[in-house]
């Protein structure tokens, strides 16, 4: 199993990015999907989950209003739009899969990690 995570880059604040998260594995349409962080220093946080329809999502507080997470099960492809960001957001981005078909806001919960995709927010 691959997740094979891309977009992140150096940005100003206040721009966005699209991170895209591609998987290899062929259940990817049961699974419940997530996107969490690790800012430097710092332990990984939740961002984003969205569960196996994309229906049903949720999101950090920290990120609500401004983050938008979707899937497209045909591409087996989940994505984090990234609007308004702040240099708070700075951090290694991480997708995440699980072998289930619901949303989770508990890394434990998942069963696969892709290598992460640098987010630098500039002030």
């Known amino acids: 199993v691959q997740l094979q995570a891309s977009g992140g880059g150096l940005v100003q604040a206040g721009g966005s990015l699209r991170l895209s998260c591609a998987a290899s594995i062929h259940t990817f349409s049961n699974d419940g999907m997530g996107w969490f962080r690790q800012a430097p220093g710092k332990g990984r946080e939740f961002v984003a989950t969205?569960?196996?329809?994309?229906?049903?999502?949720y999101y950090a507080d920290s990120v609500k209003g401004r983050f938008t997470i979707s899937r497209d099960n045909a591409k087996k492809t989940v994505y984090l739009q990234m609007n308004s960001l702040k240099p708070e957001d700075t951090a290694i981005y991480y997708c995440?899969?699980?072998?289930?078909?619901?949303?989770?806001?508990?890394?434990?919960?998942?069963?696969?990690w892709g290598q992460g995709t640098l987010v630098t927010v500039s002030s």
């Open positions: 995440a899969e699980r072998r289930a078909p619901t949303a989770s806001q508990d890394g434990i919960q998942y069963d696969y």
């Open positions: 969205i569960n196996l329809s994309g229906r049903t999502t």
